[in-house]
Each structure stands twice: as structure tokens, then as C-alpha cells.
């Protein structure tokens, strides 16, 4: 079993930057393909970024290439997400999950979620 716990959220100006961050626990992290996505008011929950085992491959949603960045310590068992030159539809709940194979752009192949931490990005 995976705990995840998202941190690092919070209120933005256009253009500003914010670090996310995704601390887990139990489970063997470095077993487990990260991936971070998000979930506006009333849309479905969509894929932004993910990072493979070994962190030799990162993938991410046309939306925030080349602005947002996936990382991971596989020592501190953490996962980041580096957010910048945010926009106003950057806005959302942004959620960390870990999974044990499958696509890395789908909702159902992640096993285990964290809770979500907020982002609002202002005009």
C-alpha cells in the first residue's frame, strides 16, 4: 500500500511559478511509474505529466509543455512538479499518483492517489 500526500499548492499570479510536491510512503517508491494530474470545476480529471521507473523518461500533456517539469528523488520519495509561466487555466486541483504498469496517461491505470492540492492561478 502507497500513502501519497501532495503539498506546495496555493495562489498564483499569472506568469508566477509554484513547486508541487508529492511525499509518499509505504510500498518500494522506485517500483512505481509517478504521474500528476488535475481536475478543474466540473471537467474530468486530466493527465499533466508523468515520470517513468528509472526517471529516463518523462512525459506530458501538450497543455503545459515546456512549462512544467516532472521529477523525482527516488531517495527521498518524492515526486515534484516545477509549474511555470502559470495561466488562469492552470487552475485546479492538482493530484499525485503512482502506478505499477499500464499508460501513463490514464486516470485508471494509477493505483494509488494522494488528495489533491489546489491551484489558482489569478488574472
Known amino acids: 500500500q502507497v500513502q501519497l500526500v501532495e503539498s506546495g499548492g496555493g495562489l498564483v499570479q499569472a506568469g508566477g511559478s509554484l513547486r508541487l510536491s508529492c511525499a509518499a510512503s509505504?510500498?518500494?517508491?522506485?517500483?512505481?511509474?509517478m504521474g500528476w494530474f488535475r481536475q478543474a470545476p466540473e471537467k474530468e480529471r486530466e493527465f499533466v505529466a508523468a515520470?517513468?521507473?528509472?526517471?529516463?523518461?518523462?512525459y506530458y500533456a501538450d497543455s503545459v509543455k515546456g512549462r512544467f517539469t516532472i521529477s523525482r528523488d527516488n531517495a527521498k520519495k518524492t515526486v515534484y512538479l516545477q509549474m511555470n509561466s502559470l495561466k488562469p487555466e492552470d487552475t485546479a486541483v492538482y493530484y499525485c499518483?503512482?502506478?505499477?504498469?499500464?499508460?501513463?496517461?490514464?486516470?485508471?491505470?494509477?493505483?494509488?492517489w494522494g488528495q489533491g492540492t489546489r491551484v489558482a492561478v489569478s488574472s
Open positions: 499518483a503512482a502506478r505499477s504498469g499500464g499508460a501513463y496517461w490514464l486516470v485508471s491505470d494509477y493505483d494509488y
Open positions: 515520470i517513468s521507473w528509472t526517471t529516463s523518461r518523462t
Open positions: 509505504g510500498g518500494t517508491f522506485s517500483s512505481y511509474g
